[in-house]
T-cell receptor, first 111, second 117 residues
């Protein structure tokens, strides 16, 4: 089966850098995705790592290490609007594009 | 483009009642998904449809049925609602065929907040 683990909460200060980790147990997968969800809203896609290494998109970067079964989302120059829940997700290589989500990390950004 | 739309936004049911949640996308996506989200549990896949005419079970399919009516529409039916089905339901879609990044980027609808009493 597949399972993903993330910290339940992270708190950081505006302007700082924060890293949200995701460890997973899965037999095989296409890649690791990250989604952001504000309270009362729908998840929105942030990034996808198919290969090991770092992917950068503006203030957000995502990293994957298949050998360590580990990934992270890095948020730089934190802003108050980054306060949200962040979910990592894997797409198992069992066919189709279904996705298994982690329980999410709640990020609180303080002034 | 409206993206992914869901109806209704809110619904209250009594135990044993049935209802259908509607979802439509206007992005010509091949794959569509139904998730439920409970507090502290992230998103759990109920059913998905890799392409028009096909459906498959996800992690938590019991108590639900789906219909991929055409390429645009994917509905979720609760035949006999139970309090355990109180949740927020999200529909999503993705490109699903190109073998590129676009396959894995899912677009979500605004959600349906369902309460079963």
């Amino acid at each position: 089966g597949q399972s993903l683990e993330q910290p339940s909460e992270v708190t950081a200060v505006e302007g700082a850098i924060v890293q949200i980790n995701c460890t997973y147990q899965t037999s095989g997968f296409y890649g690791l995705s990250w989604y952001q969800q504000h309270d009362g809203g729908a998840p929105t896609f942030l990034s996808y790592n198919a290969l090991d290494g770092l992917e950068e998109t503006g203030r957000f970067s995502s990293f994957l290490s298949r050998s360590d079964s580990y990934g992270y989302l890095l948020l730089q120059e934190l802003q108050m609007k980054d306060s949200a829940s962040y979910f990592c997700a894997v797409t198992p290589d069992t066919g189709g594009f279904k996705t298994i989500f982690g329980a999410g990390t709640r990020l609180f950004v303080k002034a | 483009n409206a993206g992914v739309t869901q109806t209704p936004k809110f619904q209250v049911l009594k135990t044993g009642q049935s209802m259908t949640l509607q979802c439509a996308q206007d992005m010509n996506h091949n794959s569509m998904y139904w998730y439920r989200q409970d507090p502290g549990m992230g998103l759990r896949l109920i059913y998905y449809s890799a392409s028009e005419g096909t459906t498959d079970k996800g992690e938590v399919p019991n108590g639900y049925n789906v219909s991929r009516l055409n390429k645009r529409e994917f509905s979720l039916r609760l035949e006999s609602a139970a309090p355990s089905q109180t949740s927020v339901y999200f529909c999503a879609s993705s490109e699903g065929t190109s073998g590129k990044l676009e396959d894995y980027e899912q677009y979500f609808g605004p959600g349906t907040r369902l309460t079963v009493t």
